[in-house]
């Protein structure tokens, strides 16, 4: 007969698997979190909805993980800041396109914890630097495009 301590634990783990969800960050919230460089446009139409999956240039998986950033030729919104580290806590991401920005600065070395990524796509910015020795972690990674103005 298994004991009451068996219960108790089997009780938490499940309770504890149940709301993981809601102790871990979602996708929306990194990447809000990651906007607060930017305008508060951009900030506002993605931070703003409380399901970014619904936003331009966003795009997520059944289970509302973004799997695609698609910010091309958004000067206006991006300015001219640079790629925040936030957006490598974003780890079911498989594309990243920030071409035709103008951003500057360096590549944040946090790209390297995208696993799944698969398309990168940073060129026509001002970028300085070398790329990361992060970004050798890509393991996926089959398009890389880097040129730099």
């Known amino acids: 007969m298994p004991s009451k301590y068996l219960y108790f634990i089997l009780a938490n783990i499940f309770l504890f698997g149940l709301n993981i969800q809601n102790v871990l960050a979602n996708d929306c919230e990194i990447l809000t979190n990651a906007l607060t460089n930017f305008s508060s446009n951009l900030k506002t139409q993605i931070g703003g909805a409380k399901n970014c999956c619904w936003q331009k240039g966003v795009a997520c998986n059944s289970e509302k993980q973004i ?42 070395s946090s790209i390297g914890k995208l696993k799944n990524l698969k398309f990168l796509n940073l060129k026509d910015n001002h970028f300085e630097g070398y790329i990361p020795y992060e970004y050798k972690n890509l393991e996926n990674l089959e398009t890389l495009y880097v040129f730099f103005l």
């Not at 920030?98 to 951003?103: H, R």
């Open 67 to 108: 799997v695609s950033l698609e910010f091309t030729d958004s000067y206006s919104v991006l300015g001219n800041k640079g790629i925040p580290s936030e957006i490598g806590n974003l780890l079911n991401l498989e594309k990243l396109n920030l071409s035709y920005n103008s951003m500057n600065g360096e590549l944040p």
